[in-house]
Nanobody
Framework: VQLQASGGGLVQAGDSLTLSCAAS????????MTWFRQAPGKEREFVAG????????IYADSVKGRFTISRDNAKTSVYLQMNNLKPEDTAVYYC??????????????????WGQGTLVTVSS
């Protein structure tokens, strides 16, 4: 399974951006799809996930109310709508696929497949 992330770019604080993650097969259906990000010098952190057992979405506190994760009906793509971006959102964003239990959903180590990352830079 291959994941292809896209949509990153350079924006100003307060702007919006939508990231896309396309799967090579119907991965988004039977898998939990998640976005992580990694800023320079920092560890990879959970951003948002949409569970494989339902369409329920989970968010990191830092993005709750600003970011929205969704997937299309064909379940081959996952999106991350990012509104009111802040400089601290600057990072490389990665999509990932796996089948973690709920308590492990925020851990990068439980995901089987990863996209290559897309850079989001938010200027102040």
């Amino acid at each position: 399974v291959q994941l292809q992330a896209s949509g990153g770019g350079l924006v100003q604080a307060g702007d919006s951006l939508t990231l896309s993650c396309a799967a090579s097969e119907r991965t988004a259906g039977p898998y939990t799809m998640t976005w992580f990000r990694q800023a320079p010098g920092k560890e990879r952190e959970f951003v948002a996930g949409i569970r494989h057992t339902s369409n329920s979405a989970i968010y990191a506190d830092s993005v709750k109310g600003r970011f929205t994760i969704s997937r299309d009906n064909a379940k081959t793509s996952v999106y991350l709508q990012m509104n009111n971006l802040k400089p601290e959102d600057t990072a490389v964003y990665y999509c990932a696929a796996g089948r973690p239990i709920l308590s492990a959903l925020r851990s990068p180590s439980v995901y089987y497949y990863w996209g290559q990352g897309t850079l989001v830079t938010v200027s102040s």
